[in-house]
């Protein structure tokens, strides 16, 4: 459970295990992409949904911390979740996710701000204090990270070009 919980030991990597968590997830992310496209990530991210959450309860039962910094599979998840307008814009529009770059930054950045800052829905999950809540912090923060990528993208296309 510590191996998934921790994605394959990124969890471990200091300092900022999340940021780790979060760019492990990307490399992951385009494989998934460029090998099964949008709608494998989607089903892969729910799968890591569930399999992180079931990790987070085991590796967290009977201990005072419920949300260590070692576990990072939540980080993947909303990183996933964050990219998910990419790798639907690249299937619409029928080019590569190599084409979308800017996305896959604004994705990151816009992730990492929302799981840090915690605003609103991201803080009120991760006030819980249980693995659902350190899992749905995380799933908010890509939501909200996602819905800045659209933004960010509707700007670039409609006003800069």
């Excluded at 998934?4 to 992310?29: D, E, I």
């Excluded at 964050?82 to 080019?95: D, E, I, Q, S, T």
């Excluded at 800017?102 to 991201?122: E, H, N, S, Y």
């Amino acid at each position: 459970m510590k191996l998934v919980a921790t994605f394959f030991g990124v969890g471990l990597l200091r300092p900022a295990p999340g940021t780790w968590g979060s760019l492990a997830a990307l490399p992951v992310a385009y494989a998934i992409l460029a090998f099964g496209g949008f709608w494998l990530l989607v089903n892969l991210t729910v799968f890591v949904f569930m399999s992180g959450w079931i990790a987070t309860k085991e590796v967290t039962r009977g201990k005072e911390d419920h949300d260590p910094s070692y576990i990072v599979i939540d980080e993947v998840v909303g990183q996933w979740i964050a990219l998910f307008p990419v790798g639907y814009g690249a299937l619409m529009m029928g080019v590569s996710i190599d084409a979308l770059w800017p996305g896959w930054i604004a994705a990151f950045v816009l992730f990492r701000v929302f799981d840090i800052t915690k605003p609103w829905l991201v803080g009120r999950a991760d006030a819980r204090n249980d693995a659902l809540g350190v899992m749905m912090d995380d799933v908010f923060a890509g939501f909200f990270a996602a819905i800045g990528v659209i933004a960010l993208a509707a700007f670039a296309h409609l006003v800069l070009m």
